[in-house]
């Protein structure tokens, strides 16, 4: 049975810090994209990071890009998530999320296999 454990969320004021964390178990870690989304409430998912099976390759989307950091370290089945300079529109829900899937696609969360319970994030103004 696969399994993603998100952990790390919590509050934080903006310009402020956190890093989250997702450890997968069940899965070949080294086969699989791992990717970082996040929804608000009442809007969609959104791409927030992804890191290629070797850790060599990553994707991020402008609202985020040099902001956020994501990495993996396969012998730990891990996968990590720093978010620094926190703004208030980065409150959301983040998922963790393993997926085959091409570095060109790994924006899309219909590639994604499996998926963490998410873990909250609140940024206060």
């Known amino acids: 049975q696969v399994q993603l454990v998100e952990s790390g969320g919590g509050l934080v004021q903006a310009g402020g810090s956190l890093s989250l964390s997702c450890a997968a178990s069940?899965?070949?870690?080294?086969?699989?994209?791992m990717g970082w989304f996040r929804q608000a409430p009442g809007k969609d998912r959104e791409f927030v990071a992804s890191?290629?099976?070797?850790?060599?390759?990553?994707n991020y989307p402008d609202s985020v890009k040099g902001r956020f950091t994501i990495s993996r370290d396969n012998a730990k089945r891990t996968v990590w998530l720093q978010l620094n300079s926190l703004k208030p529109e980065d409150t959301a829900v983040y998922y963790c999320a393993a997926g085959r899937v091409f570095g060109s696609a790994s924006w899309d969360p219909k590639r994604y296999n499996y998926w963490g319970q998410g873990t909250q994030v609140t940024v206060s103004s």
């Open positions: 069940g899965l070949v870690f080294t086969d699989y994209v």
């Open positions: 890191i290629s099976w070797s850790g060599s390759g990553t």
